[in-house]
């Protein structure tokens, strides 16, 4: 049986953070038996230490970083962080569940993810200044910290406003825009292989639906979001509902 | 019968140009019957006009841009230009021939082909310069016309030298390691898909010929490269050997 590590909200059903959206997508897809475990941002460390779970990276001072997604599989005694890595694992140690890189794309699959993430550079402007509000008080404050840290001023000064909104708005949906023209290569079917999903779509679909649960579906920004590329972005995250039940 | 358009050097072969070595590659990997025409850089444009090969974009000014390469295929009367666009009509036109778009790639292909590209953005400044010495006098001239106006100085003021070539050769290097980052995922065979080449392989093995071809085999800058990677550049350029024919 696998636990699976995730960060709660207080928004319903808990789950909001991309990162770990990537791997409850993977485990849902790949049909591998497993129960959610919610730890709140200042219990991750201990948590991880307690499990076995290493450490992603280091902080700005060289002390370990921890980080969520993780995963303790009890049939292996394997534990590990990292939505990319726990993918790798699962498709090694589970080799017959569908393929989150099917023969061939492995490497192709990885480019993109660096691609995609490339994209995204405008948007967490306006999304993380949301984000802090839908935690719940201790993650509130340990998010609220450090990204303040991140971004070097406090979250409310973050977003833009008036004309640099537009503008920075617009560096958003061209960003997507470019997506949407990878995307629109396949031909057939709402993923990026066509019609069947890969860990690529669930990455791009993560990151869609953290803006959808963030901003709120009757948000402006979604709203707006939800006009581009033809509903492309709306349709991506309904293709993938089928593989975001909450267990 | 195709007719494809290519750009001579002073090289032995003559063929050099990166881009237009996507469609040698791409032509002999399918085995499509093919006879290569040799047109100087002042000659592309009105070459394009006679046989109707559309512009690929605009000049600074608003005129139309010209470039190579491009095709005219006898049994269809199209003529067009650009790699991809011409690899995708090959694709399409010749449906029972190899693949350059395995099914379900042609979106993560794309992906990899913009996210290819970023990796390169050191190398011009070494390239090019030497590029200009292997042309034939009338395409010299016009190239280091342009090519000056492009970098804003004379091409032989363009390579770093000193400390400053040790850092944007090191990031040239840097470029290549993400690339091969991707690659390693593939998990077996030199190509991007594994053992079967596809079209990344063509974009990435031009770029990689283009440079042993311009600073020559036994010039420092290919020996270094060649060293890079535990030679994977070498083995991916020696692999698409067999689809380098000059004909």
New interface residues.
């Given amino acids: 049986m696998i636990t699976f590590y995730d960060i709660p909200s207080a928004l319903p059903g808990n789950a909001w953070s991309p990162n770990t959206w990537k791997t409850r997508y993977s485990l849902n897809y790949k049909e591998i038996p497993y129960k959610t475990e919610w730890v709140e941002y200042p219990d991750i460390e201990s948590l991880c230490k307690k499990v076995g779970i290493p450490p992603t990276s280091k902080k700005k001072n060289g002390a370990d970083h921890y980080t969520l997604p993780a995963i303790h599989d009890s049939s292996t005694g394997i534990a590990l962080a990292e939505s990319k890595l726990i993918a790798e694992y699962l498709e090694k140690t589970y080799p017959n569940t569908p393929k989150l890189f099917?023969?061939?794309?492995?490497?192709?699959?990885?480019?993109?993810l660096?691609?995609?993430s490339?994209t995204l550079s405008a948007y967490w402007q306006f999304i993380l200044p949301v984000t802090t509000t839908r935690l719940n008080p201790p993650s509130e404050e340990y998010f609220t910290r450090t990204r303040t840290e991140l971004f070097g001023k406090p979250l409310k000064d973050v977003p833009p406003t008036g004309e640099e909104r537009v503008v920075e708005w617009k560096k958003l949906q061209d960003g997507f825009a470019?997506v949407n023209?990878?995307?629109?290569?396949?031909?057939r079917g709402p993923f990026?292989?066509?019609d069947?999903p890969s860990f690529?779509d669930f990455v791009v679909g993560a990151f869609t639906l953290f803006g959808k649960l963030i901003f709120t579906e009757d948000s402006e920004e979604w709203k707006d979001i939800a006009s581009w590329n033809e509903g492309r972005w709306v349709k991506l995250v309904d293709s993938l509902e089928k593989y975001a039940q909450i267990v």
Avoid: R, S
């Fill in positions: 099917p023969l061939g794309t492995e490497a192709l699959q990885h480019a993109f660096d691609a995609y490339a470019v023209k990878w995307y629109e290569k396949n031909g990026i292989m066509g069947t690529a």
